[in-house]
């Protein structure tokens, strides 16, 4: 996956809107300056946090043993994301069969990481992806399906939030993935397939009501 694409993609279109917010509020324009690496670099703020700061890695970014990817007895994975909730982990030590550890306060269970998550793990690859699912979604705790390409697709939670969006047929009639955002004021959509190098140039500029001179040289 183009991490770096779709990072720095991302807050460019972030830093725009801030742009366009700016200028309606001061008048004046300005010059957007973003890197690449300089987008990574920020996704990266959790674990640099320590390195800048001169602390060891365990003090910011503790291991969680409730939280992370577990094997189930079909090969299928699920993910828990229990970390400081202790009514959470209580929850999950008793429906799993790990009652004697529901105890362990948060301190104890960064101590014991590594043991307490070999339990568990042992415990959850005795049933199936779906015998979980119903229990912790009875339990209410944090969790949720590792899902293969496919299975994103279809998922029908996806599908009732508009997540994909399908083109006319005089524009191809393929699937496209739509961007998450969802207003109550509009609905938002895709209106065109992804555009070849340069192929709106004309059309978008022309919206903006440059001249026939400006156009040819701002290509």
Known sequence: ?????????????????????????????????????????????????????????????EEEPGYGTFSCADNKVITLSIAHEDHYWQALCRSTGLAHLASASHQDRVQHACDYRAQLSAAIAEETQDTWADLFNMIEIPWGYVLDLNDVARDPQLRTRDLFVRLSPKDGGEWHVNQPLQFDCYKTGIRLPSPKLGEHTQEILSRCESSATALSGER
Do not use: Q
Request: a negative charge; aromatic letters at 10%; one cysteine or more.
């Open 1 to 61: 996956m183009p991490v770096a694409d779709l990072a720095s993609g991302t807050l460019a279109a972030f830093g725009v809107v801030s742009a366009l917010l700016a200028r309606e509020r001061t008048g004046h324009g300005c010059y957007i300056d973003l890197a690449m690496t300089d987008s990574l670099v920020s996704w990266m703020t959790p674990y640099l946090y320590a390195s800048l700061n001169g602390r060891p890695m365990a003090e910011v970014y």
